[in-house]
């Protein structure tokens, strides 16, 4: 939704306030009290199918965050481009997050003088992330509408049968401060993040396992073949739930399993492991699965409020924190339902991930190309899923495979693997040659099993206690590649070689060249709404599934 001018009672409302507060405060002239600037995309999509119910009361407490721009990004993007390019004297030099916050992040004068104005408005700051890309702050309902302009309200959402509060004006920020404010997230209430796990038509929860354990796509994807385990790799799974440790440890025994104590990293206070919520398979499954690949990697959950801000948060304190060599991401929206607020924040962060030699994996979806299926928009509508259409995430589709014994027999795409063009990211450079005519960025990059028909066992909470169930989705892919890396960079390690990194250029790379056929299973029949499974490229399951050991070396050989 386009920025349009805010009301004008709201606009006489702040550049009163402004007046007043602004006067004493030295990095704002007074002349720019009056002048203020709007900020782009900052209303949520749903205040257009939802009903309002009349103004948020003034004193209701929110929470919000103010995310900074980058700096010198021309120069960022330089930077991405040789990181990645084998023969650049910069290949695989990656940042500390120091490196970056200095080289590209906002600087310490410029979160000062937004301190300032938000202070000055009568709001708290609650916290700044260590790479000064966030602010966060909290306030009366009255002064976050004064601070940034808008207007908040209470609206019904119909098609998902829920309340929540929305600004009905855009925000805005004082002119002086246009130049250093990207967004404001959290103005809103109304999350569409959701978890990318299909289940079988008739599937009931069972006491003995079903479905492919670690032994069939080990040895279908030849994962078992790369000679590592993990060790001394760290992967972060991103999550808006909780999860039982009881039920891992039954995973692990079960399989043979043991590697380190999966830890949880709280965000803005998050704590749902003492009483998990209906997200409680996903975050299961994510972690059984990168358990079953990489059984010695060490797993570090982040759990986050399911809100704008939990994910801006979960993203800044990721590279922050500067802990995981992976990020594997089973949770998404899909394009036109999420602002460019918000994706412009969180995509901000994932510059910098691709900076430090972080690999990221999102699941593309379950929808097919029609990833607003079940949101209000419908299945008319032609979408791709966010995160996983950033240019520096690896979107991952889905495919159905089958096994003889533990060993790959066939495979083909999964009816309903979510793929398409992204409305949002331009085609990155490493992405021509593809054979696909379009301008946006396309999704998925690749692919693995999917298909809960030909899923995987997990082990999880049942209808009548924890059980072993069967579950499927491009939420069981992306950890499955997940760990495909976390083996690949022990590997390099062992062979004096960087970490993988952002793994689109190389991928895209190594399948352009005479490596294609023996480093991928290139799934050729099937398909989703729209396009079709095909020699090479396609938007239903990208380059493929894995041959791992064969990606493995061809990855580690291009990069001398």
Not at 220 to 249: H, Q
Not at 345 to 354: E, P, R
Request: aromatic share 8%; charged share 15%.
């Amino acid at each position: 939704m386009r920025s349009r001018s805010f009301a004008l009672s709201a606009a006489l409302a702040v550049v009163s306030l402004a007046a007043v507060s602004l006067s004493a405060n030295a990095s704002l002239t007074p002349q720019a009290a009056a002048a203020r600037t709007a900020l782009p995309d900052t209303m949520s999509p749903a205040v257009s199918h939802s009903q309002k119910q009349g103004a948020l009361t003034a004193a209701q407490q929110l929470a919000v965050s103010v995310n900074l721009k980058l700096r010198n990004t021309a120069a960022l993007d330089r930077f991405l481009t040789a990181v990645s390019t084998p023969g650049d004297p910069l290949y695989g030099k990656y940042l500390t997050p120091d490196q970056f916050t200095a080289e590209y992040g906002p600087t310490q004068d410029d979160v000062d003088k937004v301190t300032r104005f938000l202070r000055a408005q009568g709001l708290t700051v609650t916290g700044v992330s260590a790479n000064r890309q966030v602010v966060n702050v909290g306030g009366t309902a009255d002064r976050i509408a004064a601070a940034f302009g808008t207007h908040e309200s209470r609206y019904v959402d119909g098609a998902q049968h829920r309340t929540f509060y929305a600004n009905d004006t855009p925000a805005s920020v004082p002119s002086e401060l246009a130049g250093v404010v990207a967004g404001v997230v959290g103005l809103d209430d109304h999350t569409n993040r959701t978890t990318r796990i299909a289940k079988p038509d008739a599937s009931t929860p069972a006491a003995t396992p079903r479905g492919y354990g670690p032994a069939q796509y080990n040895g279908a994807y030849d994962l078992d073949r790369l000679g590592t385990n993990g060790a001394g790799t760290t992967v972060a799974l991103w999550e808006f739930d909780g999860y039982r440790s009881s039920d891992l440890t039954t995973y692990d025994r079960k399989f043979g399993l043991s590697g380190p104590a999966v830890r949880t990293v709280s965000v803005d206070g998050a704590n749902y492991d003492a009483r998990p919520g209906e997200g409680q398979g996903e975050v299961e499954l994510d972690s059984e699965i990168v358990r079953g690949v990489a059984p010695k990697a060490q797993q570090l959950i982040y759990e986050a409020p399911n809100s704008d801000r939990g994910e801006v948060d979960m993203a800044a304190k990721i590279v922050a924190d500067n802990k995981a060599s992976v990020i594997s991401i089973s949770w998404g929206s899909c394009e036109p339902d999420t602002t460019t607020s918000i994706m412009t924040a969180v995509n901000n962060s994932f510059k910098q991930a691709a900076a430090q030699g972080i690999s990221i994996f999102s699941a593309s979806g379950d929808d097919g190309s029609r990833d607003c299926t079940r949101s209000a928009r419908g299945p008319g509508v032609a979408a791709v899923d966010y995160p996983a259409s950033s240019p520096y995430n690896t979107g991952v589709g889905g495919t159905n495979l089958k096994v003889n014994g533990n060993a790959y027999s066939a495979e083909r795409a999964w009816s309903t693997s979510g793929g398409g063009t992204s409305k949002v990211f331009a085609k990155p450079s490493w992405q021509s040659g593809t054979g696909v005519n379009a301008t946006g960025r396309t999704v998925p990059d690749v692919a693995s099993d999917a298909d809960p028909n030909s899923g995987f066992a997990i082990f999880t909470q049942g209808q009548s206690g924890p059980s072993w169930q069967i579950f499927g989705g491009t939420s069981a892919a992306a950890p499955l590649w997940s760990g495909f890396t976390a083996l690949y960079n022990q590997k390099a390690k062992a062979a004096g070689q960087a970490v993988l990194g952002e793994v689109n250029p190389k991928l895209y790379a190594l399948a352009r060249s005479g490596s294609y056929g023996s480093a991928f299973h290139d799934v050729t029949s099937g398909g989703n709404q729209d396009f079709r499974a095909k020699t090479g490229y396609d938007q239903v399951t990208g380059w493929g599934a894995p041959v791992s050991d064969r990606l493995a070396d061809g990855l580690l050989a291009a990069r001398h």
